[in-house]
């Protein structure tokens, strides 16, 4: 099993910055592929950013790109998402995920309790 923990969200205007955190500990082998999603009141859950162990090649949302980066310390089994210039519909429910797999997107089988980011305009 891992156990992801999310942390950072909180409120901030519009045009702000937040930095995620996720630190993940138990099986972490198993973490091959770590990402954040998010989910706003009354939509679906979406993909936000995706990151292999090696750092190359992230996937980013076209919602966020240019403005969050996502990032790894695999020394400390953590992954950061660095928000910038945020917006009021970036205002959901943040989750980190992990799974074994090299192929990033689908399924995820790992998931952190998920920490609210709300964006006042």
């Known amino acids: 099993q891992v156990q992801l923990v999310e942390s950072g969200g909180g409120l901030v205007q519009a045009g702000g910055s937040l930095r995620l955190s996720c630190a993940a500990s138990g099986r972490t082998f198993s973490t091959t592929c770590m990402g954040w999603f998010r989910q706003a009141p009354g939509k679906e859950r979406e993909s936000v950013a995706t990151?292999?162990?090696?750092?190359?090649?992230?996937y980013y949302a076209d919602s966020v790109k240019g403005r969050f980066t996502i990032s790894r310390d695999n020394a400390k089994n953590t992954v950061y998402l660095q928000m910038n210039s945020l917006k009021p519909e970036d205002t959901a429910v943040y989750y980190c995920?992990?799974?074994?797999?090299?192929?990033?997107?689908?399924?995820?089988?790992?998931w952190g309790q998920g920490t609210q980011v709300t964006v006042s305009s």
């Open positions: 990151s292999r162990w090696s750092g190359d090649s992230p």
């Open positions: 995920a992990a799974k074994a797999n090299w192929i990033c997107g689908g399924i995820y089988d790992y």
